[in-house]
């Protein structure tokens, strides 16, 4: 068979050897006699993946156990109703920065559940890009700030994150894994684990447990 890679925008390449052990556990989980779909999610095997994969994640971020990591369903478009729906009280303004398509999506989303307010707003500036931390204009105790840290669509990606007092939240679908940085600066990261983690399906959430 002659590979294939793709560099869509959509599911990521994964290493042969990666397939080739997936292929061979989904029949016989290490010995045990059942495919890895076909255990309980409290056995003992799985217990033992899911702590694997929580770890090595901590590990690849930087994160430690001030952090809990969790793999939900749903995409990573679910977390723009789930972060307001969690974090957005009555009363609360959460500030959005809009840099394109996700983040516009973000917005709307939000806005069904509370007030919004627009940090930075460059979606449709030409040539592409992300605001200047220094263009954020900040509301005094926001619930949270929330940026794309880079979107798919248009390729405008954050270089320098902003430091501030203001909780920080990101989606990262997009570029998560695929450069150093402080993650531990944010109090919450969500990505689809499609483009850089593994296939389609699984949403990374890492969050701050204050």
């Not at 977390?79 to 959005?96: E, H, K, R, S, T």
Request: glycine share 10%; aromatic share 8%; charged share 20%.
């Amino acid at each position: 068979m002659a590979r294939i890679y793709n560099f869509n925008a959509g599911p990521a390449v994964l290493p042969v050897e990666v397939l080739e052990e997936a292929q061979a556990d989904l029949v016989d989980y290490k010995g045990s006699g059942m495919s890895v779909m076909e255990m309980s999610h409290r056995g003992k095997e799985y217990e033992a993946i899911h702590e694997e994969a929580t770890a090595n994640l901590k590990t690849l971020l930087g994160l430690d156990d001030t952090f809990s990591v969790l793999f939900l369903q749903g995409g990573a478009s679910l977390q723009f109703a789930m972060i307001p729906m969690n974090f957005l009280g009555a009363g609360q303004v959460a500030d959005y920065v809009n840099s394109g398509n996700w983040g516009a999506s973000a917005i709307k989303q939000a806005r069904l559940i509370g007030t919004v307010a627009i940090a930075a707003d460059c979606e449709k500036d030409v040539p592409t890009r992300v605001p200047g931390v220094e263009e954020l204009k900040l509301t005094p105790g926001a619930a949270y700030l929330h940026l794309t840290s880079n979107e798919t669509i248009s390729g405008a990606q954050w270089k320098r994150f902003p430091v501030c007092d203001t909780p920080l939240v990101a989606d990262m679908s997009s570029d998560i894994l695929s450069r150093p940085f402080d993650a531990g600066a944010f109090s919450l990261i969500y990505a689809g684990a499609q483009k850089n983690l593994g296939p389609s399906g699984v949403t990374v959430v890492a969050i701050r447990m204050d």
